[in-house]
């Protein structure tokens, strides 16, 4: 993957629909998960914006309604959202055959129930004595080697995401677990980094809700494309005088969170990473 010092560009003016179309009416494709990490791990801290928003991406996580899942890897489906397509329980509704379709595909993990159980709500876990990361299961391995795509070292990314946090356990799993008469489809999300924030990958994504997709400019990038230069919304890089707003800014959640009005682990993480910036 290329080294760049450059921040991606950001779609996010409204819900996933409504990013997803202004970005490929664009040109451009959304940010896969491998994208994501990739992006992270090329910029090494030295711009903190990517580490900080939620990004939605454009892989799918699909779920037939009787408690398996599927992992969608740049998911068509979500591509050809637009601000009128129609949704069902805030997903995409498919129809049985194709997620049959999706199923046979080679950009496809699928996971069976008693596998879905295992995965949900764990990640990597710090191990006592060496320190390092690792997975709390094969199974949740072979979901963060799958949506990596051979384009990132999860073992790598895992220390750099353990260094930035403060937990013991990072990068945890989490699917929709609610039932449906009939299948469906969200878009996986990759959680921030820094502080209490983990990059987590969280599956249950509502597509009327407020979205931010990376944006690449290349649909034969394979997952970790190069960033375009063109787009609707820009992370801007901050100045001085933005890092020392911020700091009064948290100074005075710091008095609320003495009052109880606001969560002192908040804060905490708010002042771990201004002084990192």
């Not at 009005?261 to 908040?266: H, K, M, S």
Request: with cysteine; glycine share 8%; charged share 30%.
């Amino acid at each position: 993957m290329p080294q760049t010092s450059e921040e991606p560009q950001v779609f996010g003016r409204g819900d996933y629909r409504v990013a997803m179309h202004d970005l490929r009416e664009a040109g451009l494709v959304p940010g896969s998960m491998a994208y994501v990490m990739g992006r992270r791990a090329d910029l090494n801290n030295k711009h903190r914006l990517i580490f900080l928003p939620v990004f939605a991406t454009g892989d799918g996580a699909c779920y037939d309604g009787k408690g398996n899942a599927a992992v969608v890897l740049d998911a068509q489906d979500l591509w050809n959202l637009n601000p009128d397509s129609k949704l069902k329980s805030s997903a995409l509704p498919l129809a049985p055959e194709r997620l049959e379709e999706l199923r046979r595909g080679d950009k496809v993990l699928y996971i069976l129930k008693k596998e879905v159980k295992i995965i949900n709500r764990s990640g990597y876990v710090k191990e006592k004595g060496s320190g390092r990361y690792v997975p709390a299961s094969d199974s949740v391995e072979k979901f963060w080697n799958f949506v990596a795509r051979g384009k990132v070292n999860v073992d790598d990314y895992a220390r750099m995401v353990g260094e930035e946090s403060r937990s013991d356990n990072i990068m945890e799993i989490s699917f929709d677990t609610d039932s449906y008469n009939s299948p469906i489809m969200r878009a996986w999300i990759v959680g921030a980094v820094g502080g209490n924030w983990r990059s987590d990958a969280a599956g249950d994504l509502s597509l009327d809700y407020d979205a931010r997709l990376a944006a690449a400019n290349s649909e034969s990038a394979g997952g970790a494309p190069q960033i375009s230069h063109e787009a609707t919304e820009t992370i801007k890089a901050h100045t001085p005088q933005d890092v020392e707003k911020a700091k009064e800014s948290t100074a005075k959640l710091r008095k609320a969170s003495d009052l109880g009005v606001v969560q002192l682990e908040i804060v905490q993480s708010l002042e771990d990473l201004l002084r990192k910036l």
